[in-house]
């Protein structure tokens, strides 16, 4: 049987940023730098943060010293983890992994830097944390795999991100393999998440994932002050493995590592949507500009998905052709698909445009369909595959690896210019530039402390979250 929990820990323990090689670094910076970015803009923006401080507070989980991304308010290390964690994902807009299927900084990032600002580590280790949670994460979701996990009806992003926030956790805090074994044992009894949310929009999918962060926070918090976790928490017969999925592949976590990154497999996304849609964003986006396609002239749509794709984006079709919410239209095949063929443009200002009358006539022209050749190429591509009839003619183009992943990856610039345009919004342009170098430099800082304060706006802190679009 693979060792699944104690080779993972182990690995944790040992990692050291400067003998990670400096693609994985360059990576990691620019990772870190696209979450901060929808961290900021999330806590401005989404609907659901109002409710979920008034329960922090009434929980006691805002009375602390702890840094919220975009707020100047100060909360308990915990709430400030489940604060950030769900603001990080509420935007849909934070990174993914294709073959897991999930989306790793979200539940990482926060969690690490929460511990970080707790124990006053350097830069460089809390780099080198950042980098041991993606690997748990990304590992755990590859060897499930994803796609039986979903079928389970499992959120993997949260359910495999609290042991990746714990390894973080754990990292920062020094404890050595056993004691992030133990964390493992504790996190596994918080591994939780659901796609029940697909049923009416639910703010539960973002909640899930700061839940993760939080609960990565606890395990290694719990974990270094000698409390006992499960032992075989990862491949044990009841362990998460085992217990979350039918057939899993435990040694598949273990494949190559140390030596093959599946941070490097980790993708930026270009579009604030589900990422199963992107690949159809791109070929309507590149059909439209070909043939200088006007929405009315548009017939009828078909947008290929693999059959992941079809339960997240493109099923039942009623109802993606009708959201209600922004998180319908997050998982709304029709929607993004709309908006790039009559706007030309998918943001996050699109969601804006949920309620408009000429998108809501091209959205009931839009099917979705399970492609064989799409899934063909899943899971290692989230592909897509547009056609559609206009002009008495029918046209089609697949895009087999979409804006963003690591083999189509966002330059640099284009990474910034994505920060920008979220953060200048919550911070000013000065200060977020402050902030995208502090980011960028934050292996050379003797802590975090400085990045952290230039993630706080001007003025007085934040009693609910501005009115925005998230719903």
Request: glycine fraction near 10%.
């Amino acid at each position: 049987m693979a060792a699944v929990t104690a080779d993972l820990a182990a690995f944790s323990a040992a990692l050291r940023w400067d003998a990670l090689p400096a693609a994985v670094q360059e990576r990691t910076r620019l990772l870190v730098l696209d979450l901060v970015g929808n961290m900021l803009r999330g806590r401005r923006e989404a609907e659901s943060t109002p409710p979920l401080i008034a329960a922090m507070t009434a929980l006691g989980l805002t009375q602390g010293n702890a840094t919220v991304f975009g707020d100047r308010a100060r909360m308990a290390p915990a709430g400030a983890a489940l604060l950030n964690g769900t603001n990080a994902h509420s935007l849909d807009f934070d990174d993914t992994h294709a073959a897991g299927s999930l989306h790793p900084g979200a539940p990482v990032i926060p969690a690490a830097l929460a511990a970080a600002e707790m124990t006053g580590a350097d830069g460089a280790t809390t780099l080198a944390a950042i980098v041991a949670g993606y690997e748990v994460t990304n590992r755990l979701a590859v060897a499930l795999p994803a796609g039986a996990h979903y079928d389970r009806g499992y959120h993997p992003t949260a359910t495999c991100g609290v042991f990746g926030a714990a390894a973080a956790v754990g990292r920062i805090m020094g404890l050595d393999a056993a004691g992030i074994a133990s964390a493992f044992g504790i996190a596994l009894s918080q591994s939780a998440g659901s796609l029940q949310f697909l049923n009416n929009g639910a703010w539960t999918k973002r909640f899930q994932v700061g839940w993760a962060c939080m609960g990565g926070l606890a395990a290694g918090t719990l974990a270094a002050q000698g409390f006992r976790g499960a032992g075989e928490a990862l491949e044990g017969k009841a362990g998460f493995l085992r217990a979350y999925a039918p057939d899993p592949v435990p040694e598949r976590a273990l494949r190559g590592l140390g030596q093959e990154w599946e941070l490097m497999q980790t993708a930026v996304k270009p579009y604030p949507s589900c990422r199963y849609g992107h690949a159809g964003v791109d070929a309507a986006l590149a059909l439209r500009a070909e043939l200088g396609l006007k929405a009315e002239e548009i017939e009828a749509v078909t947008l290929g998905l693999p059959a992941a794709g079809m339960l997240l984006v493109g099923a039942p079709l009623e109802r993606k052709q009708d959201p209600r919410n922004v998180v319908d239209g997050q998982f709304s095949g029709p929607f993004v698909i709309a908006c790039a063929l009559a706007r030309g443009h998918f943001g996050w200002e699109s969601y804006e445009w949920l309620q408009a009358p000429d998108l809501r006539r091209l959205m009931s022209k839009i099917t979705c369909e399970q492609d064989p050749e799409i899934q063909a190429h899943f899971p290692q591509q989230m592909s897509g595959k547009v056609t559609l009839r206009a002009r008495g003619e029918v046209f089609s183009r697949t895009v087999v690896i979409p804006k963003g992943e690591p083999d189509n990856f966002l330059t640099e610039a284009e990474i910034e210019a994505k920060f920008h345009a979220l953060a200048d919004a919550v911070l000013g342009a000065s200060q977020a530039g402050r902030l995208a170098e502090a980011v960028l430099c934050l292996d050379r800082a003797p802590g975090v402390a400085p990045l952290l304060a230039l993630a706080q706006p001007a003025g007085q802190p934040l009693t609910q979250a501005a009115p925005g679009r998230a719903a």
